[in-house]
């Protein structure tokens, strides 16, 4: 199936399934923005959790803090947000439909390596085990020919974005022929920037009220409250702050569903260091991260680094940890070397001393800043992609039957468990409620007697349940159910007695955590 459909298929899944639903729907909706339905509230959640107890209960010298979005404007003219935070918007005057000029450029890129992937996949396919790729790569003149393309590309798009010069942003898009995608053409408008804050007003305009930001990264909240936590919870260097948050960002493009919203949620880390100390643990971070992301046990040649062409103008070093999506590599996380930047900048601009004290070195110095920021949205739309899957299963009287499964990692699975009395009666149902009652305070569990098992089970595989359990009359005579695997749909005969056990040992995120480096 093309991966495009595939995708058109999971955002109807998360519809359909009560995941994720599109913003003020019965008003025809509001564009990049989303509401996370109830099972979808539970896999976000259960994606926070895990994040948040790797960072701060698994590390001794990282805290957690949640700042307020509105806070005083004059941080988002220190931090450089005010005059900086744009991306360059380009128009085509045919559609009228607006676009980002460098992701344009960036599209174009992605086109000529997907060429070259395709050569190498048919290339692969043809030769087999004696396929060499590297010399491949480095020979094939088709290879060769899209390689040359696009570097050409790069080498000019990077020195236009260090010049940031928007001319030549244009000029690109002429010179490659990049079209618009609707209507066809290639009549676009010069090239300028657009500044992604939303503001608002705060207070009663008789008493003047004054203009204040959603905030677009939830880091400057922990920047201004660098000093309140050092000092109040005696912090030594190197420690981190960490937070989850909502950010606003006037995207100048909305698409591809929750991968770029208007209103979405982010998960930061800024990690404070010595001054000189930073690429070391800008090297530890981008390990420590990726495997964060590995230990869910999908793919490894989904996930790969990728290292800023243009740096922000307050970090010395940037990668991201991009992820293959139905519609490519995209970045999911950033990790920066913000240097000293923003506390120098809040020092400027509030006038207070934003300074640490290090007694072996017996000095004080503005601290290095190591950051690692991601969007739990696109996490979320990440790890959906991955779980979704197609399966066609051979019966025993040789037909094939279908379903959707959900193979979400179980410890971030919405509903752990579904409870099924065989039938509404004899007592069954009150036995199926008592082994919920039993375990609804560790595992958050489902009850369903409707329909008949195979439609149930086929419910569950949909969300992503990882054990089903189902009582008949012998449950009654020797307190046993079955219990069914969602992976393998292997069937088992326990004692309920031993369904804490045997749903503690499979659902629970410690196995995630003990992957971790
Ligand atoms: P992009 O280049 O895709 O616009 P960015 O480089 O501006 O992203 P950062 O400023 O590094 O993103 O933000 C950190 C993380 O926040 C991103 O890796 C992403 O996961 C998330 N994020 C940023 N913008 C959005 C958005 N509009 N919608 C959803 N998540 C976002």
């Known amino acids: 199936m093309a991966q495009e459909d595939v995708f058109k298929k999971l955002v109807a899944h998360c519809k359909e399934y009560g995941f994720v639903f599109q913003s003020s729907e019965i008003y025809d909706g509001l564009s990049a923005v989303y509401d996370y339905a109830q099972l979808g509230v539970e896999l976000k959640n259960n994606i926070k959790k895990y994040w948040w107890d790797s960072m701060v209960k698994l590390h001794e010298n990282v805290v957690g803090i949640d700042s307020a979005i509105f806070m005083h404007p004059t941080i988002w003219k220190a931090s450089g947000h005010v005059d900086a935070f744009n991306d360059p918007l380009i128009d085509n005057k045919d559609s009228k439909k607006r676009y980002r000029a460098d992701v344009l450029i960036e599209d174009l890129m992605a086109k000529y390596e997907t060429k070259m992937d395709k050569e190498v996949a048919k290339a692969k396919k043809k030769f087999g085990e004696t396929f060499d790729e590297a010399q491949f790569r480095s020979t094939n003149p088709r290879v060769l020919a899209n390689k040359e393309k696009m570097d050409a590309v790069h080498t000019r798009f990077v020195e236009a974005l260090d010049k940031n010069d928007l001319n030549e942003l244009k000029q690109i898009i002429i010179d490659n022929e990049i079209a618009c995608p609707i209507s066809g053409t290639k009549n676009w408008t010069d090239v300028?920037?657009?500044?992604?804050?939303?503001?608002?007003?705060?207070?009663?305009?008789?008493?003047?009220?004054?203009?204040?930001?959603?905030?677009?990264?939830?880091?400057?909240?922990?920047?201004?409250?660098?000093l309140n936590v050092q000092k109040t919870g005696r912090m030594k260097i190197p420690f981190g702050i960490a937070q989850i948050g909502k950010a606003f960002r006037n995207e100048i493009v909305a698409r591809q569903f929750i991968f770029r919203m208007r209103e979405f949620e982010q998960m930061e880390l800024q990690f404070f260091v010595r001054p000189g100390d930073e690429m070391k643990w800008f090297e530890k971070w981008k390990e420590t991260r990726m495997s964060w992301h590995k230990a869910l046990g999908f793919p490894d040649d989904k996930y790969r680094f990728h290292d800023h062409d243009k740096l922000a103008h307050y970090a010395n070093a940037a990668t991201d940890i991009e992820f293959k999506f139905p519609f490519g590599f995209k970045e999911v996380e950033g990790i920066h070397s913000r240097t000293d930047f923003d506390l120098k900048q809040h020092q400027e601009f509030s006038g207070k001393k934003i300074q640490y004290f290090d007694p072996e070195l017996n000095k004080s110095y503005t601290p290095y800043v190591v950051e690692t920021s991601i969007g739990v949205d696109r996490m979320f739309l990440q790890i959906m992609a991955e779980a979704y899957k197609e399966e066609k299963i051979e019966k025993e009287n040789g037909k094939v039957d279908e379903r959707v499964v959900l193979k979400l990692p179980p410890a971030l699975a919405p509903v752990k468990l579904c409870v099924m009395p065989l039938v509404k009666k004899d007592g069954l149902p009150e036995k199926a409620r008592e082994i919920i009652n039993d375990l609804k305070f560790d595992f958050n569990c489902q009850y369903d007697e409707k329909d008949s098992i195979g439609k149930r089970y086929r419910r569950q595989d949909a969300i992503g349940t990882p054990f089903c359990v189902t009582l008949d009359h012998q449950s009654l005579e020797d307190n046993t159910v079955t219990i069914r695997h969602r992976d393998t749909m292997a069937q088992e005969r326990v004692e309920i007695a031993n369904l804490y056990e045997i749903l503690k040992a499979g659902v629970s995120m410690k196995d995630l955590f003990k992957k971790l480096k």
Do not use: C
């Open 192 to 226: 300028r920037q657009f500044n992604l804050m939303f503001s608002t007003d705060m207070g009663s305009t008789s008493d003047g009220s004054s203009k204040i930001y959603l905030r677009p990264e939830t880091a400057q909240g922990i920047f201004v409250n660098y």
